[in-house]
């Protein structure tokens, strides 16, 4: 048996199981899922279907009123082919794990790109994107983060950091007083304070129903590291006829930018 037929099996006798109990317990609205039977079901879910594929796991953050962001359902980072440990590899040649601009001068043209920190050196630091939300900041951190990154550009250089503290330095002195630093960062105090409990903003019933319509995702896997991109044409934007992904196969490099405007 196949994991998506598997997939559908599990989720028709999760689903039987929980709507004929909810059909004795449910005190709400006739045809609806009330917030505390979403819940419900979304504990059921996590215990008894352990490797959910990504839109049960999105799914189950509907259903426990999860807002949709960084690390949430299918929201998780990226996955690569080639890092760090490839690159490293390939180009540092006294293996301390540093690529210095010397030992990249192959790519000479993008190392600044690369040494997203700016210290004049590749390291696996450079690398780790994990703990960045590009959906939004979710901790304080990331927040002090993209406060600092002035041109977004992934980093903080000296630049950065001079004109924050010149943009704060109200009397012109050239160092920060503890009032003005306070000032800078006193919008991040309420982060180390202990999390309210979380509020449901979201009716779980519109949110399945864009789920299970396909205005949120789809229910298929996406293609694995390595394997061939699904084919597909489209019309051209700019002239008549129409564009194939296949016709490029094998001839030249690819790169496929998908994006969610709402």
């Known amino acids: 048996m196949n994991s998506h037929l ?23 609205t006739p045809g609806k899922l009330s917030p505390q039977n979403a819940e419900v079901f979304a504990r059921l879910l996590e215990s008894e279907w352990k490797n959910r594929p990504e ?6 953050d509907i259903l426990e009123g999860k807002p949709m962001e960084a690390n949430t359902g299918w929201f998780k980072p990226s996955q690569k082919k080639l890092g760090w440990q490839w690159l490293a590899a390939q180009f540092d040649k006294n293996g301390d794990a540093i690529i210095s601009e010397k030992e990249a001068s192959d790519f000479a043209k993008v190392f600044s790109a690369i040494d997203r920190n700016g210290d004049g ?34 980093r903080i ?38 999390p309210k409990a979380p509020v449901r903003k979201e009716d779980p019933n519109r949110m399945m ?34 564009i194939k992904l296949s016709s490029f196969r094998n001839k030249k490099i690819v790169i496929l930018n998908f994006g969610s405007f709402t």
Not at 6 to 28: E, I
């Open 121 to 154: 050196g590749i390291t696996r630091v450079d690398f780790d994107w994990d703990g960045i939300s590009h959906v939004g900041p979710s901790k304080p951190s990331e927040a002090m983060f993209f406060m600092l990154d002035r041109d977004s550009n992934g």
């Open 55 to 60: 839109w049960a796991i999105m799914l189950t």
């Open 157 to 194: 250089d000296q630049n950065e950091v001079m004109k924050w503290m010149a943009s704060l330095d109200e009397e012109k002195n050239g160092y920060l007083t503890p009032d003005e630093f306070s000032q800078g960062f006193g919008i991040f105090d309420e982060g180390i304070k202990p």
């Open 209 to 242: 129903n864009m789920l299970f319509s396909g205005e949120l995702g789809t229910f298929s896997e996406g293609p694995g590291i390595g394997d061939a991109a699904p084919d597909f044409e489209l019309p051209l934007l700019k002239a008549t006829g129409k």
């Open 6 to 28: 598997r997939s559908r099996l599990v989720l028709a006798c999760l689903c039987s199981s929980f709507f004929l109990t909810s059909l004795v317990t449910a005190q709400s």
